[in-house]
T-cell receptor
Framework: KQEVTQIPAALSVPEGENLVLNCSFTDSAIYNLQWFRQDPGKGLTSLLLIQSSQREQTSGRLNASLDKSSGRSTLYIAASQPGDSATYLCAVREGAQKLVFGQGTRLTINP | SAVISQKPSRDICQRGTSLTIQCQVDSQVTMMFWYRQQPGQSLTLIATANQGSEATYESGFVIDKFPISRPNLTFSTLTVSNMSPEDSSIYLC???????????????FGSGTRLTVV
């Protein structure tokens, strides 16, 4: 059974810092991996999608990497801003169109 | 990518009643899903909404409690029946679709329905 773990559970950093969020999964037979952002009480916004054959994806200040063989992904956020404060969720897609989510990292950027 | 509209955005309901949540996608999608997010928890898949046939439920979820309709490729409803306080959660609709400018398929989510049962 696939299990997805995100570390740390919570992170608080001053504005302007670069930071890394971690995601690990137990079964490397994934189709792809997606990073989402969730604001309190709201739905999910897709940030980046990495296919299993890819190593990384970039969008603006965000960069996500994938090492499928070791079961790890990272989300790098450059020059953090208070508006980046949210919960970040990692999810892996298995072959049957099923997403398995991690517990999330609650990020706070302090002005 | 497709925009998913979900309503109501929130509701407070009496125990024993039922609530139907609507999900509208602005383009045709093959796969639609319903998730539950209990307070402080991550997302759990309730079921896959199949167009023209009965939904496929995950372990621990049954049709009598969470009936789902999918009359066409852009619309689905989830009903939470005979509610109890334990049903207080955020319910999210999701669609699998091709992402713009790529050949890759990923998931898009609605804005969620925050349900409180009293």
């Amino acid at each position: 059974k696939q299990e997805v773990t995100q570390i740390p559970a919570a992170l608080s950093v001053p504005e302007g810092e670069n930071l890394v969020l971690n995601c690990s999964f137990t079964d490397s037979a994934i189709y792809n991996l997606q990073w989402f952002r969730q604001d309190p009480g709201k739905g999910l916004t897709s940030l980046l999608l990495i296919q299993s054959s890819q190593r990384e994806q970039t969008s603006g200040r965000l960069n996500a990497s994938l090492d499928k063989s070791s079961g790890r992904s990272t989300l790098y956020i450059a020059a953090s801003q208070p508006g980046d404060s949210a919960t970040y969720l990692c999810a892996v897609r298995e072959g049957a169109q099923k997403l398995v989510f991690g517990q999330g990292t609650r990020l706070t950027i302090n002005p | 990518s497709a925009v998913i509209s979900q309503k109501p955005s929130r509701d407070i309901c009496q125990r024993g009643t039922s609530l139907t949540i609507q999900c509208q996608v602005d383009s045709q999608v093959t796969m639609m899903f319903w998730y539950r997010q209990q307070p402080g928890q991550s997302l759990t898949l309730i079921a896959t909404a199949n167009q023209g046939s009965e939904a496929t439920y995950e372990s621990g979820f049954v049709i009598d409690k969470f009936p789902i309709s999918r009359p066409n490729l852009t619309f689905s409803t989830l009903t939470v029946s005979n509610m109890s306080p334990e049903d207080s959660s955020i319910y999210l609709c999701s669609a699998l679709q091709r992402f713009p400018l790529t050949a890759n398929y990923g998931y898009t989510f609605g804005s969620g329905t925050r349900l409180t049962v009293v």
